[in-house]
């Protein structure tokens, strides 16, 4: 049987920059080409032209799913029956897909009752062990490390080198959507693994924009420049206290010429209203640290800049409805009490209406 198939599979478009070869199995649900969308409010505010590299769109709603091809490709090439993680979410969800896909078996260690539900949910429906370890991220990345040496497991946290290799081609598609000019990437920093997959990509196209890297004021040990044992935010993605990749991210950064710097929970989290309420765009709270930084520290002289977004936001639900707390409108069945509640504020939609339809009646005349 022929299977259609309407584009090429990550590994297989940037097959010349990667360790796989034309007859290697290729464990894919196809990722990459995610959009890069324009942001007219934030270039508005910082005075620069800003583009979202939405990463969200991959499909298991994150950048992980780059990284994950290559990582769970080379497990089932090299013989592989399990794969293994320690993760804040994106990464547990993504190898529990890709491994179930390449149909071999996925652990995942999370920080107890600290990973967004949405996480939770993937990661336990596509069949994974999932274990919930009373400690942190950085609790069960040390007993993943543990755990592999001990046990023919492929340990598929960006530790291992082909998840920074699959994640190096989200700096080719920028490169190749802007013809090459971009002068500032924004980007959230945890594990400090896609940083260092970012300035790998750039440095194969001969590229060097500038890395702004940010991590959450609660959660900070590349800018404080010690580990934190008890690491802190609301963006429960970027929740580490000791980044495996902090070194390579800090060389990143300062090669750039670029740094790593703070955002707090309550820049995260006006950022993240802002691209819900104005350009459209819900993003899991991590995600946003790339916007919050721009905002807060400002484009720098740069006139091209890419923020990325890491992660959708129907992932955490729960962070969504708290910053919402309030606006659901409940209501009777009692038409008078129902237009009252649909209609609230009557100019605001009697303005929509004349815009949508000149001269067509007003709601409500
Ligand atoms: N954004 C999101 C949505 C993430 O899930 C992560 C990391 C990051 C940013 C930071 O990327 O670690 O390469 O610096 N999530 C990992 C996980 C730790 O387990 O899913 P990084």
């Known amino acids: 049987m022929t299977v259609v198939q309407t584009r090429p599979t990550l590994i297989e478009r940037w097959r010349d920059y990667l360790p796989f070869a034309v007859d290697d199995p290729i464990v894919s649900l196809n990722e990459g080409f995610t959009p890069l969308v324009y942001a007219p409010v934030i270039s ?11 990463e969200g769109a991959n499909p298991t709603g994150s950048f992980k799913d780059r990284g994950m091809t290559c990582a769970v490709s080379d497990a089932v090439r090299s ?15 993504s190898a529990a897909a890709y491994a179930a896909r390449a149909g071999i078996t996925c652990a995942v260690i999370i920080p107890e009752g600290r990973i967004a539900r949405g996480k939770l949910a993937q990661t336990l429906i ?8 009373q400690g942190n991220f950085d609790d069960a990345l040390e007993v993943v490390r543990r755990l592999v040496e ?26 190749e959507d802007l013809g090459g ?13 896609n940083i260092t997959a970012y300035w790998r990509g750039f440095r194969e196209m001969g590229a060097a924009p500038r890395l702004f890297g940010f991590q959450a004021e609660g959660a900070a040990p590349l800018v404080l ?10 963006a429960s993605a970027i929740r580490i206290g000791r980044p495996a990749r902090g070194e390579e991210a800090l060389a990143a950064a300062s090669e750039s010429g670029g740094s790593i710097r703070t955002v707090s929970d309550s820049d995260i989290l006006a950022a993240y209203r802002l691209l819900a309420s104005r350009e ?12 919050a930084g721009l905002l807060k520290y400002g484009a720098d002289g740069a006139s091209r800049v890419v923020c990325v977004l890491t992660g959708r936001g129907i992932k955490d639900p729960e962070a969504a409805l708290e910053q919402t707390e309030g606006a ?21 939609f009697a303005e929509v209406a004349s815009v949508q339809a000149p001269g067509a009646a007003t709601v409500g005349a």
């Open 280 to 291: 459209g765009m819900f993003v899991e709270p991590a995600s946003n640290a790339s916007v």
């Open 126 to 133: 596509h069949g994974a062990r999932v274990i919930s370890l």
């Open 328 to 348: 659901l409108i409940r209501c009777p069945v009692e038409m008078p009490a129902i237009e009252e509640a649909v209609l609230g504020e009557r100019e605001a």
């Open 181 to 193: 000019e971009l002068d500032l990437l924004c980007i959230p920093v945890g594990n400090a693994g």
């Open 225 to 234: 420049g010690h580990p934190v044992d008890h690491p802190e935010t609301v």
């Open 44 to 54: 508005e505010r910082v005075g620069a032209e800003v583009y979202f590299k939405c």
């Open 79 to 93: 013989g592989a029956k399990a794969v293994i993680c320690a993760s804040t979410g994106n990464t547990a969800a």
């Open 150 to 175: 001990e046990h023919p497991i492929s340990l598929v946290n960006s530790l291992n080198e082909f998840r920074i290799e699959g994640q190096k081609t989200a700096a080719f598609e920028l490169l």
